[in-house]
């Protein structure tokens, strides 16, 4: 069974800190990663797709890859209020985007 | 009309009723998703369609019945649902799962069955 593993939260920073989102995965030839962003109530939006080791920055955000280690991150810069929603990790495995495994996702909370 | 876009939002049925979820792109996406996303559960994916054709049923029972008539358009067909149903239906779509692009959600549709 593949799985994507998240730490359910709550995640509680401080306004402006870094708030570091982790995920883990099962699959060894698990190919690209995506993070979303979850409002209550709301829909999926894509915050940032990663598919090769190291980091990928894009604003206040980056990803981090380890494939050795299976696992993805997300690091949010100066965190606002506005960024307390779930972030889901979603992963595609050997079977390509046929078979997206999304985690449970981490809930986080930024405190004014 | 941009993104992708669900109908109904929001949708109460009893169990012996049959009723249809619409989920229509305007991204010129090939490929198209349902997925079932629960309370505090992850999201599940149920059906995938790639250019029109059914590529992927995750073992979901027959109450739920896709249709894809054409790659802009998808449609998720209910009849004599269970309570445990209840949940926000997904719609998404991306441009070609192979090359592993991103998927782009709708809104969702939130059905309660009574």
């Known amino acids: 069974q593949k799985e994507v593993e998240q730490n359910s939260g709550p995640l509680s920073v401080p306004e402006g800190a870094i708030a570091s989102l982790n995920c883990t995965y099962s699959?060894?030839?698990?190919?690209?990663f995506f993070w979303y962003r979850q409002y209550s109530g709301k829909s999926p939006e894509l915050i940032m797709f990663i598919y090769s080791n190291g980091d990928k920055e894009d604003g206040r955000f980056t990803a981090q890859l380890n494939k050795a280690s299976q696992y993805v991150s997300l690091l949010i810069r100066d965190s606002q209020p506005s960024d307390s929603a779930t972030y889901l990790c979603?992963?595609?495995?050997?079977?390509?985007?046929?078979?997206?495994?999304f985690g449970a996702g981490t809930r986080l909370f930024v405190k004014a | 009309e941009t993104g992708v876009t669900q109908t109904p939002r929001h949708l109460v049925m009893g169990m012996t009723n049959k009723k249809s979820l619409k989920c229509e792109q305007h991204?010129?996406?090939?490929?198209m998703y349902w997925y079932k996303q629960s309370a505090k559960k992850p999201l599940e994916l149920m059906f995938v369609?790639?250019?029109?054709?059914?590529?992927e049923n995750n073992s979901v029972p027959s109450r739920f019945s896709p249709e894809c008539p054409n790659s802009s358009h998808l449609f998720l067909h209910l009849h004599t649902l269970q309570p445990e149903d209840s949940a926000l239906y997904l719609c998404?779509?991306?441009?070609?799962?192979?090359?592993?692009?991103?998927?782009?959600f709708g809104d969702g549709t939130r059905l309660s069955i009574l």
């Open positions: 998404a779509s991306s441009q070609d799962p192979q090359t592993n692009q991103p998927q782009h």
């Open positions: 369609y790639n250019f029109k054709e059914q590529t």
């Open positions: 699959d060894r030839g698990s190919q690209s």
């Open positions: 979603a992963v595609n495995p050997s079977g390509g985007g046929f078979k997206t495994i």
């Open positions: 991204l010129g996406h090939n490929a």
